[in-house]
């Protein structure tokens, strides 16, 4: 079965920075654009960064020149490190299939990031 673990969250000071690791099983992890998402308390569900299995790359707006996506195709791994983070990048981060190219799959738990003084 698909399942989809996320770490590596955390509480950070504004400026900080924080490394998100998914770990995927149950797919074929190299065929897959993969993206990480986020949802803050009260709003929808968001997509953050996407990296296709060509490893072509797309981020928010918010996220360029501060978040990276990149992946490990042996251990099966989307990470996303984050830089510079503010306030507003405070919600629960998730990794799934890229919603603009693959069927979404079950939803991990998530990751909490907040950033906070």
């Known amino acids: 079965q698909v399942q989809f673990v996320e770490s590596g969250g955390g509480l950070v000071q504004p400026g900080g920075s924080l490394r998100l690791s998914c770990a995927a099983s149950?797919?074929?992890?190299?065929?897959?654009?993969l993206a990480w998402y986020r949802q803050a308390p009260g709003k929808q569900r968001e997509l953050v960064a996407a990296?296709?299995?060509?490893?072509?790359?797309d981020y928010a707006d918010y996220a360029k020149g501060r978040f990276t996506i990149s992946r490990d195709n042996l251990r099966n791994t989307v990470y996303l490190q984050m830089n510079s983070l503010k306030p507003g990048d405070t919600a629960v981060y998730y990794c799934?299939?890229?919603?603009?190219?693959?069927?979404?799959?079950?939803w991990g738990q998530g990751t909490q990031v907040t950033v906070s003084s």
């Open positions: 799934n299939s890229d919603q603009r190219r693959e069927v979404i799959l079950p």
């Open positions: 149950g797919i074929t992890f190299r065929l897959y654009a």
């Open positions: 990296i296709s299995s060509l490893s072509e790359i």
